[in-house]
């Protein structure tokens, strides 16, 4: 038997304000987009605030249905928004933020495990990372360079 170590470095901020000036910006664009999320089921509001290489923005919030399955989170709603209308263009940085409307979250609250596959597929299509920034409603903001730290064994194309 062989034991294999994982380690992942992220970086965290203890506040939205120590962040570069830019990405306080497309932080609060998320906020904004987040709260016309639709979630009357989890009343769990997220929003995306994607900078592209083209320095576009593209905003995504979740979308709940009644038959859950059929939901959509933020992180994928900009995602494949970006891929259909800018399918060149690299995904730079990734603003995460999260709001419970039945407490205050103030944990950074990282992509679920789907969005992280999601993210993954398209900093391997386009061969550069993503900076991912998240956080809750208020408090620390927490900084990955790359999706790897989030989800370090991908499963990829290589596999099929």
Same mark, same amino acid.
């Not at 120590?18 to 016309?36: A, C, G, H, T, V």
């Given at each position: 038997?062989?034991?294999i170590?994982?380690?992942?470095?992220?970086?965290?901020?203890?506040?939205?304000?120590?962040?570069?000036? %830019?990405?306080?910006n497309?932080?609060?664009?998320?906020?904004?987009?987040?709260d016309?999320?639709?979630?009357?089921?989890?009343?769990?509001?997220?929003?995306a605030?994607?900078?592209?290489?083209?320095?576009?923005v593209?905003?995504?919030?979740?979308?709940?249905?009644?038959?859950?399955?059929?939901?959509?989170?933020?992180?994928?709603?900009?995602?494949?928004?970006?891929?259909?209308?800018? +399918?060149?263009?690299?995904?730079?940085?990734?603003?995460?933020?999260?709001?419970?409307l039945?407490?205050q979250?103030?944990? +950074?609250?990282? +992509?679920?495990g789907?969005?992280r596959?999601?993210?993954?597929?398209?900093?391997?299509?386009?061969?550069?990372?993503i900076?991912?920034?998240?956080?809750?409603?208020?408090?620390?903001?927490?900084?990955?360079?790359?999706?790897?730290?989030l989800?370090?064994?991908?499963? %990829?194309?290589?596999?099929?």
């Amino acid at each position: 038997m062989k034991e294999i170590e994982i380690k992942s470095t992220l970086q965290v901020y203890d506040s939205l304000e120590e962040l570069p000036q %830019d990405i306080q910006n497309l932080m609060q664009q998320s906020f904004k987009i987040r709260d016309q999320a639709y979630a009357p089921y989890s009343e769990f509001l997220v929003g995306a605030a994607l900078l592209l290489e083209n320095q576009e923005v593209i905003l995504g919030n979740n979308q709940e249905n009644a038959c859950y399955p059929s939901g959509l989170c933020a992180e994928r709603v900009a995602i494949y928004s970006a891929g259909a209308n800018f +399918p060149d263009i690299p995904i730079v940085t990734m603003a995460l933020s999260a709001k419970s409307l039945k407490h205050q979250l103030i944990t +950074p609250t990282p +992509p679920c495990g789907a969005c992280r596959q999601s993210i993954a597929e398209y900093e391997l299509k386009q061969k550069k990372p993503i900076e991912i920034y998240f956080m809750g409603e208020t408090g620390k903001v927490v900084k990955s360079s790359s999706l790897a730290n989030l989800l370090p064994l991908i499963f %990829d194309n290589s596999y099929l």
